[in-house]
């Protein structure tokens, strides 16, 4: 597709299971974000691919959750023994080489519910 | 404080109305400046971007960058109903990690016909 598509759009788990989500950048954009967007909290950044490079993981949020990027391509991010201020929207977004804020373009997002 | 704040609104407007849609920032490092309008269940598309202080504009969009009172603005003329969304702006100093998006909550707008 022409767009950064994401998987699944909504998932409901249950408290203490593992949740995988998934993202297919726009093929050719080296770099790859993930967000998170909480009601009423705004995005929060929570980790960034730039081609081979070393990720920067500042952004997560603790030992639950990680991120890979297999072949510069398809990343998924994982969330360990899911709690319930989890439940959240996980966006995706790629854009060309370094980071350049008009090239940015992100996915419609990963809608997570964790009852 | 938070490094950028932005008034969640909500803000309801005429259609036809000028809206004026604002965010302060605290870190006098960001150089990049965004805005971004968001549907309802949507992702994040970019709207405007704009590099130090200056005006752009783009249709009926202006976005405004002010540095040395750390104060951005995007005004919309002539609202539309298509243009009731969430607004957020994003800031960048393209130090620290690499570059990653400090973004505002959000404003939710709704231009009422």
């Known amino acids: 597709g022409a767009g950064v598509s994401q998987s699944p759009s909504n998932k409901v788990t249950e408290k203490g299971k593992d949740v995988e989500l998934r993202c297919d950048p726009i093929?050719?954009?080296?770099?790859l974000y993930w967000y998170r967007q909480s009601l009423g909290q705004g995005l929060e950044f929570l980790i960034y691919?730039?081609?081979?490079?070393?990720?920067?993981k500042s952004g997560l949020p603790s030992d639950r959750f990680s991120a890979e990027r297999t072949g510069g391509s398809v990343s998924t991010l994982t969330i360990q023994r899911t709690q319930q201020e989890d439940s959240a929207v996980y966006l995706c977004?790629?854009?060309?080489?370094?980071?350049?804020?008009?090239?940015?373009?992100f996915g419609e997002g990963s809608w997570l519910t964790v009852v | 404080q938070k490094e950028v704040e932005q008034d969640p609104g909500p803000l309801s407007v005429p259609e036809g109305a000028i809206v004026s849609l604002n965010c302060t920032y605290s870190?006098?490092?960001?150089?990049?400046f965004m805005w971004y309008r968001q549907y309802s269940r949507k992702g994040p598309e970019l709207l405007m971007y704009?590099?130090?202080?200056g005006n752009k504009e783009d249709g009926r969009f202006t976005a405004q960058v002010d540095k040395s009172s750390k104060y951005i603005s995007l005004f919309i003329r002539d609202s539309q109903p298509s243009d009731s969304a969430t607004y957020l702006c994003?800031?960048?100093?393209?130090?620290?990690?690499?570059?990653?998006?400090?973004f505002g909550k959000g404003t939710k707008l709704s231009v009422k016909p």
């Open positions: 691919f730039q081609g081979n490079s070393a990720p920067d």
């Open positions: 870190n006098s490092a960001f150089q990049y």
């Open positions: 093929s050719g954009h080296t770099a």
């Open positions: 994003a800031m960048s100093d393209y130090g620290g990690s690499q570059g990653n998006l400090i």
């Open positions: 704009t590099y130090s202080s």
């Open positions: 977004a790629s854009s060309m080489g370094q980071f350049s804020g008009n090239t940015i373009y």
